[in-house]
C-alpha cells in the first residue's frame, strides 16, 4: 500500500497548485495559489438511464464527466490580487476569475507514504466561484475557489 | 506586556491607598509575596500561548491565534475593606484599555475573588489576542 500523503507543511512532500496562461498565446508567468485548506477534485460522470420491459431494474450508462476543482483559500494579497511584472501574475486569483482567463492548472497530489513521489493532476479551466468572507471570530479573509475544468484531467 | 502594565497602573493609582510594586509575587517562605504585602499589586509574568486558528496545506500561511495571558493580584483586608477598593479594581480592569498596548484584536479582563483566611484575594487576569501568519 502506498496511500497518498501531502503532508501539510511539510516543503516538496505538500500538495501544490500551480496555475499558468491557457491561452494559445500565453500570457508570462506563474501563479502558485498557496494558503489552500482544502481541495476537492470532482470527477462526475453524468449517466444515461434507460428501462426495458425485459429487464427488472434500470439500465445506465456513463457519459460525459464533469470535472472541476473545489478549494478553500486563505487570502493572500498579492496571489489573490496579483503581484509583480509579468502578465499572468499581475492578474491574480481575482483577475482570472474578473477576465474570464483560460488557464492550465497542474495539481500535485502530494508523496505517497512510502516517500515516493506522487501524481500531477492536469488540465485547463477557468477560476470562478469566488466568495470571500471574514468575520469579526475570524478576522482573516478565506474564500472558496473553484477551478470549473475544460476537458479531460490528465495524470502524470 | 508586564512592563506596560506596570506603567499604566502605577500612574493611574497614584495618589490612592495602594502601591503598585515591581516584584514578581514569588512565595515567600510557603506563601505567596500579596498574601503577606496588603494593598500591594502585584503584576505576574506574562504567559504566551499560540492557537491553530486556520490551517493550511502548504508549509506557509498558517493563521495563528496568540494570546498573551498577564495575571495581576491584589489583597485586601476582607474585615474592612477599604474605601477605595471598587475603584481600584475597575482602575486595574481598565488596563487592557491602555493606548500604548497596541497590534491586538482582542483585549480582555476577568476579575475573581477569593478569601483567604481574613483576606480577600482579588485576581485580574488580563488576555491580549492577535493573529500571527507562520511563513
Redesign the interface.
Given at each position: 500500500m502506498a496511500y497518498i500523503y501531502?503532508a501539510?507543511?511539510?516543503?516538496g512532500v505538500?500538495?501544490?497548485l500551480t496555475l499558468t496562461s491557457g491561452r494559445d498565446t500565453p500570457l508570462a508567468g506563474t501563479i502558485e495559489v498557496?494558503?489552500?485548506?482544502?481541495?476537492t477534485v470532482n470527477a462526475a460522470n453524468d449517466v444515461f438511464t434507460w428501462t426495458q420491459l425485459d429487464e427488472t431494474a434500470k439500465l445506465q450508462v456513463a457519459t460525459t464527466s464533469t470535472n472541476s476543482l473545489s478549494m478553500n483559500l486563505?487570502l493572500?494579497q498579492d496571489i489573490f490580487f496579483g503581484t509583480g511584472t509579468d502578465a499572468f501574475e499581475l492578474l491574480g486569483i481575482f483577475g482570472l476569475s474578473k477576465d474570464k482567463e483560460l488557464v492550465n492548472f497542474s495539481l500535485y497530489l502530494g508523496d505517497t507514504s512510502t516517500g515516493v513521489t506522487g501524481k500531477t493532476l492536469t488540465g485547463k479551466g477557468y477560476v470562478t466561484g469566488l466568495a470571500p468572507t471574514v468575520s469579526a471570530d475570524?478576522?482573516?479573509w478565506?474564500s472558496p475557489i473553484t477551478i470549473t475544468v475544460t476537458g479531460e484531467y490528465t495524470v502524470a | 506586556m508586564r512592563d506596560t502594565l506596570l506603567t499604566f497602573l502605577s500612574t493611574a493609582i497614584t495618589g490612592t491607598d495602594f502601591s503598585v510594586t515591581q516584584e514578581l509575587p514569588y512565595n515567600g517562605d510557603g506563601a505567596p509575596l500579596f498574601l503577606k504585602n496588603l494593598k500591594r499589586v502585584y503584576v505576574d509574568q506574562d504567559q504566551t500561548s499560540q492557537d491553530p486558528l486556520l490551517d493550511v496545506l502548504n508549509s506557509s500561511g498558517q493563521v495563528v491565534a496568540e494570546t498573551v495571558t498577564n495575571t495581576v493580584t491584589v489583597v485586601v483586608d476582607a474585615k474592612v475593606l477599604p474605601s477605595g477598593y471598587t475603584t481600584l479594581v475597575n482602575q486595574i480592569r481598565s488596563a487592557r484599555l491602555d493606548p500604548a498596548i497596541t497590534g491586538f484584536s482582542q483585549k480582555s479582563t476577568a476579575v475573581s475573588t477569593e478569601y483567604n483566611g481574613a483576606h480577600l484575594v482579588t485576581e485580574f487576569v488580563f488576555n491580549f489576542t492577535k493573529l500571527i501568519v507562520n511563513n
Open positions: 501531502p501539510p507543511g511539510v516543503t505538500e500538495l501544490t498557496l494558503a489552500l485548506q482544502d481541495v486563505v493572500d475570524a478576522p482573516v478565506v | -
